[in-house]
T-cell receptor
């Protein structure tokens, strides 16, 4: 049972345009969400987080939007750069779960075309 | 150290053998996590340490898997009697304290291949 879903395995975007990566979750108890970026042969790198008390969090070119009613979050990258080409994972957790583990999606491979 | 260090980076083992994977977290980080990523899958949680104790080991797939952490630092993940389905990239991560708002720092992983 996949509690965190990234339904698009891949996405291609032109340099300078917006990249939108989507993530859906099924567990309404999730209240913390993270996005990670992963390059080949490296570990994932933390990008940005959001908690359920907010619907938007911004950090430079990266913005995460959370729609709790739809159980959906998205990561916007503006403008996209070739160095953004990587696999992006969303992850979710629940503060009331008694643990600090995150449930990860299967990732979306972003390719930014120069 | 500057980052999370994992060794070996690659391990090929025969089915039925035992393997040990090592993780050196960032100095001072009290929380340590093990995940694995099988081909085409997301990251799968295995176990979480706070100091030397493991409050959550719910992700360990079977009793062939065990992990320990000593001195609040180095952790070892041991897989006994390896099976082909154990083939995956095993990732270790650490954080200064457990905190939902900040991600962990991951190591580069150990790619385990069971033949």
């Amino acid at each position: 049972d996949q509690q965190v879903k990234q339904n698009s395995p891949s996405l291609s975007v032109q340099e300078g345009r917006i990249s939108i990566l989507n993530c859906d979750y099924t567990n309404s108890m999730f209240d913390y969400f993270l996005w990670y970026k992963k390059y080949p042969a490296e570990g994932p790198t933390f990008l940005i987080s959001i908690s359920s008390i907010k619907d938007k969090n911004e950090d430079g070119r990266f913005t995460v939007f959370l729609n709790k009613s739809a159980k959906h979050l998205s990561l916007h990258i503006v403008p996209s750069q070739p160095g953004d080409s990587a696999v992006y994972f969303c992850a979710a957790s629940s503060k009331n779960s008694g643990t600090y583990k995150y449930i990860f999606g299967t990732g979306t491979r972003l390719k930014v075309l120069a | 150290g500057a980052g999370v260090s994992q060794s070996p980076s690659n391990k090929v083992t025969e089915k039925g053998k035992d393997v040990e994977l090592r993780c050196d977290p960032i100095s001072g980080h009290t929380a340590l996590y093990w995940y694995r990523q099988s081909l085409g899958q997301g990251l799968e949680f295995l176990i979480y340490f706070q100091g030397n104790s493991a409050p959550d080991k719910s992700g360990l797939p079977s009793d062939r898997f065990s992990a320990e952490r000593t001195g609040g630092s180095v952790s070892t993940l041991t897989i006994q009697r390896t099976q082909q389905e154990d083939s995956a990239v095993y990732l270790c991560a650490s954080s200064l304290i457990p905190d939902f708002n900040y991600g962990y720092t991951f190591g580069s992983g150990t790619r385990l291949t069971v033949v």
